[in-house]
C-alpha cells in the first residue's frame, strides 16, 4: 500500500530546494564549455540566414544524444550556456548499449557537443524500491525515474539556479524493457499487469508532482505536492517559467495553473477554461507578459496580468502552425517575435506581436533533409540564434541548424 509524506517530510523537501544556487555538479560542472570556432561563424550572422553546424561533438562515454518524436523543446539553461534534451523517441526503445531511453543530455553551446547527463535506465541491472511517498528510489534513496516522459512535448522547463522541471507524462512503453519493474510497483499481480498496459499507480504517474533534475546537487528530485493540483493522469500539455513571477504556468487540459517553485505547491489561476488540445506549442514572451500556444490553426496568448485567453489572428497567418511533431517555437529577445521553425514543408513563420502581423523567413539550406527527421529546438539569447537538433526517432544521426532572425528595420521580409 502507498504511504503519503508527512507534512514536515515537504517542509524540508520544498527548502532544500530553495537553498540552491545553481552552480552545477556533477555531469554539468564543466559547463559551459570553451568556445569553438562555430561561435564566431554564428556570432558573423546576417538577419534571416542559416548556418549548418554539423553533428556535435559525442560525449566520451556515451556517444550522442538521439532523435525524439515529438519533442520541439530544449530548455535552455543560461547559466550553463547549455539546452536540455529528454523525452522518448519510439516506443519502449532501448539504446544499443542497454539503456532505455529515458535518457538526459545537455547540448553544449559553446563547445558544440554533448553532454550525457544519465545515461537512461539500465535495462538489465535496475532494481529499485518505493519510498514513503511512493516515488522510485535506489537502495542509497536516490530517486531515480524511470520512463518517466512519454515523449517530450512542451512538459520541460528550466529554472534559473535549480534545473529543469519536467510535468511528469508516465509513459507506459516500458514493459518489454523493464519487466522487473513490476517486482516493486504495487501492481505486480499477473492480471493486474495484463490489464493495466504498463501502468505504474497514481502516484508516480501523477503531473501533481513535478520531476525536477536538480542542477546544484546533480541528481533527480521529484517533489510530493500536498493538496490540490493538475490532474489525475497526464497531459501533453504546455508548460513554462515566469522569472517575474517565480513560478511555472501550466496548461493542463484548458486549465492554467501556476508551481510555486519555492513553496512547493499548485495555484488554481481561476482563469476561464479553454479548449486547447494535447501536443500543443508554447512560449513565454517577457516583453508582453504573456505565454503563447498554438496548435493547427489556432494560436492564442494568455495574458498574465488579466489572467485571461486571447484568440490571435493576424494578416499572414499559416494556415497549419503543425504541432509539438512537426515545428518548433520559441520567442526571440532580440527581434521581439515568435519564431517558428516547420518541418513540412520546411520553413520559418515569424510572428511579430508589436505589428500582430506574420511573415516568411528564409528556407533551410537546400542539401538539409528535414522531412524523416525530429526537430527538437531552442533560442540562446546571448548569440541570438535559434539552434535546432534534427535527428530520425531514436537514431544517432542528428546535426545542428543555426537560424537567425531578422530585427525590424531591416530590408523588407517575405510575404
Known amino acids: 500500500m502507498r504511504r503519503t509524506v508527512t507534512l514536515l517530510a515537504f517542509v524540508l523537501c520544498a527548502g532544500r530546494f530553495a537553498e540552491a544556487d545553481g552552480r552545477a555538479a556533477g555531469p554539468l560542472a564543466a559547463l559551459p564549455g570553451r568556445p569553438g570556432p562555430h561561435v564566431a561563424r554564428i556570432a558573423a550572422m546576417g538577419g534571416d540566414t542559416w548556418l549548418d553546424l554539423g553533428p556535435p561533438a559525442a560525449d566520451p562515454n556515451h556517444g550522442r544524444a538521439r532523435g525524439r518524436a515529438w519533442t520541439p523543446r530544449m530548455p535552455y539553461a543560461p547559466e550553463l550556456r547549455a539546452a536540455m534534451l529528454c523525452g522518448c523517441g519510439q516506443h519502449g526503445f532501448v539504446k544499443p548499449d542497454g539503456r532505455f531511453m529515458d535518457d538526459l543530455w545537455a547540448y553544449d553551446v559553446p563547445g ?58 508516465h509513459s507506459p512503453w516500458w514493459t518489454r524493457a523493464i519487466p522487473q519493474r513490476w517486482a516493486w510497483l504495487d501492481a505486480n499481480d499477473p492480471d493486474v499487469r495484463r490489464r493495466n498496459y504498463g501502468h505504474a499507480g497514481p502516484v508516480i504517474e501523477s503531473a501533481k508532482h513535478p520531476l525536477f533534475y536538480d542542477v546544484a546537487a546533480g541528481r533527480w528530485r521529484r517533489r510530493f ?44 489561476s481561476g482563469a476561464e477554461a479553454v479548449k486547447i488540445g494535447y501536443d500543443s506549442l508554447g512560449c513565454y514572451d517577457p516583453k508582453r507578459h504573456c505565454v503563447y500556444v498554438m496548435r493547427r490553426e489556432g494560436f492564442w496568448a494568455f495574458d498574465i496580468d488579466a489572467n485571461r485567453w486571447r484568440t490571435i489572428r493576424a494578416p499572414g497567418q499559416p494556415k497549419d502552425l503543425s504541432n509539438c511533431h512537426g515545428a518548433s517555437i520559441a520567442y526571440d529577445t532580440a527581434a521581439d517575435a515568435v519564431v517558428c521553425f516547420r518541418r513540412d514543408p520546411p520553413g520559418i513563420a515569424v510572428y511579430r506581436p508589436a505589428a500582430n502581423a506574420w511573415s516568411r523567413g528564409a528556407a533551410p539550406p537546400p542539401d538539409v533533409e528535414t522531412k524523416r527527421r525530429c526537430v527538437n529546438g531552442f533560442y540562446e539569447p546571448k548569440l541570438n540564434a535559434h539552434f535546432y537538433h534534427l535527428a530520425g526517432d531514436s537514431r544517432d544521426n542528428g546535426f545542428i541548424l543555426v537560424y537567425r532572425c531578422r530585427k525590424l528595420g531591416g530590408a523588407t521580409q517575405r510575404r
Open 112 to 169: 558544440h557537443r554533448w553532454v550525457c547527463v544519465y545515461p537512461g535506465a539500465d535495462t538489465k541491472r535496475l532494481k529499485l524500491h518505493l519510498d514513503t511517498r511512493g516515488f522510485e528510489t535506489d537502495a542509497a534513496g536516490r530517486h531515480v525515474p524511470v520512463s518517466y516522459l512519454s515523449h517530450g512535448y512542451c512538459n520541460e522547463a528550466y529554472v534559473p539556479g535549480l534545473g529543469l522541471m519536467i510535468a511528469y507524462t
Open 225 to 268: 505536492v500536498v493538496g490540490d493540483g493538475p490532474g489525475p493522469g497526464r497531459f501533453e500539455g504546455v508548460l513554462a517559467y515566469v522569472p517575474r513571477r517565480k513560478q511555472a504556468f501550466y496548461l493542463f487540459r484548458g486549465r492554467v495553473w501556476w508551481y510555486d517553485v519555492a513553496a512547493g505547491k499548485w495555484l488554481d
